[in-house]
Nanobody, 119 residues
Framework: VQLQAFGGGLVQAGGSLRLSCAAS??????YAWFRQAPGKEREFVAV????????YYVDSVKGRFTMSRDNAKNTVYLQMNSLKPEDTAVYYC???????????????WGQGTQVTVSS
């Protein structure tokens, strides 16, 4: 089982990026995005259930980020709009069973992709 996250980069404040996370080996019920800024703990960002009908976001990204999934491609996405410098972090995708905001709930993790937002 492997998760590959990509799509990060350098963008100016107010700009957009779309992260992708492709899973190989199996399909998971839920996927989540977490992020970790320098010197900070890894924090929950967004989660999506099997059908894509249920999503949940941390308050700081609500209205700006949208998570979606394409089960045919075994891929999830995080569309990030109106980016702010405080969104700068390494973004990790995670996969598991039940929908959760807790890191411990996810057994599989991608390698992370750097997002840098300049002011």
């Amino acid at each position: 089982v492997q998760l590959q996250a990509f799509g990060g980069g350098l963008v100016q404040a107010g700009g957009s990026l779309r992260l992708s996370c492709a899973a190989s080996g199996r399909t998971f019920s839920s996927y989540a995005w977490f992020r970790q800024a320098p010197g900070k703990e890894r924090e929950f960002v967004a989660v999506i259930n099997w059908s894509g009908a249920t999503t949940y976001y941390v308050d700081s990204v609500k209205g700006r980020f949208t998570m979606s999934r394409d089960n045919a491609k075994n891929t999830v996405y995080l569309q990030m709009n109106s980016l702010k410098p405080e969104d700068t972090a390494v973004y990790y995708c995670a996969a598991g069973g039940s929908i959760s905001v807790r890191r411990i709930s996810y057994d599989y993790w991608g390698q992370g992709t750097q997002v840098t937002v300049s002011s």
